[in-house]
């Protein structure tokens, strides 16, 4: 089970939206696609911005969106 929970990570991500705007994320695919390029850049050499000791690739960078360390963008921006 991924802790912390799908709709805990939308509104991290969301966090920043006014009231009125369109989500940044609206469904779990949207988190599922942008950790797992995240992951994909971890294991290819980029460097995590949280400790990654003990942690499996995906872990990572959840615990990056968690803690508010990267932004998942909009298809816009």
């Avoid at 609206?26 to 995240?38: E, K, L």
């Avoid at 949280?50 to 615990?63: A, I, N, Q, R, T």
Wanted: glycine residues 6%; proline residues 6%; hydrophobic residues 35%.
């Amino acid at each position: 089970m991924l802790h912390p929970s799908y709709s805990d990570l939308m509104k991290v991500v969301n966090s920043e939206v006014e009231p009125g705007e369109e989500p940044v994320v609206s469904s779990r695919y949207s988190i599922v696609m942008a950790t797992s390029r995240r992951a994909r850049q971890i294991i290819g050499g980029d460097e995590a911005l949280v400790d990654e000791k003990g942690k499996k690739p995906l872990s990572v960078p959840v615990e990056e969106v968690n803690q508010g360390k990267i932004k998942i963008l909009s298809d816009e921006e």
